[in-house]
Nanobody
Framework: QLQLVESGGGLVQAGGSLRLSCVAS????????IAWFRQAPGKERERVSC????????EYADSVKGRFTISRDNDKNTVFLQMDNVKPDDTASYFC????????????????WGQGTQVTVSS
């Protein structure tokens, strides 16, 4: 069974940076297309970024394009989300998610989710 564990969230000032990690266990992360989602109170869940397997092709929501970077380290079985020039609107719980059939443009949510990590951006 694939398990995902996020870390790296915290409190950061606007304009600062954070790097989120998503460690996969039970499966090889390089075989899976993995997405980062976020959800803020009172807002709909948003897919922030996605990295395809095995191509490594990346996609970003318009709201984070040019500021966030998704990457994958297969040796560490980890997917990262580098968040630069963060804004108060980036405040949310961030989740990584995937399943065997997931692809970046899928509208159906993935089956496997981590527990999330909280990001709070102060102005």
């Amino acid at each position: 069974q694939l398990q995902l564990v996020e870390s790296g969230g915290g409190l950061v000032q606007a304009g600062g940076s954070l790097r989120l990690s998503c460690v996969a266990s039970g499966r090889t992360v390089g075989l899976y297309t993995i997405a980062w989602f976020r959800q803020a109170p009172g807002k709909e869940r948003e897919r922030v970024s996605c990295i395809s397997a095995p191509s490594g092709r990346t996609e970003y929501a318009d709201s984070v394009k040019g500021r966030f970077t998704i990457s994958r380290d297969n040796d560490k079985n980890t997917v990262f989300l580098q968040m630069d020039n963060v804004k108060p609107d980036d405040t949310a719980s961030y989740f990584c998610a995937t399943d065997s059939f997931y692809y970046c443009s899928a509208t159906k949510p993935p089956e496997f989710w981590g527990q999330g990590t909280q990001v709070t951006v102060s102005s």
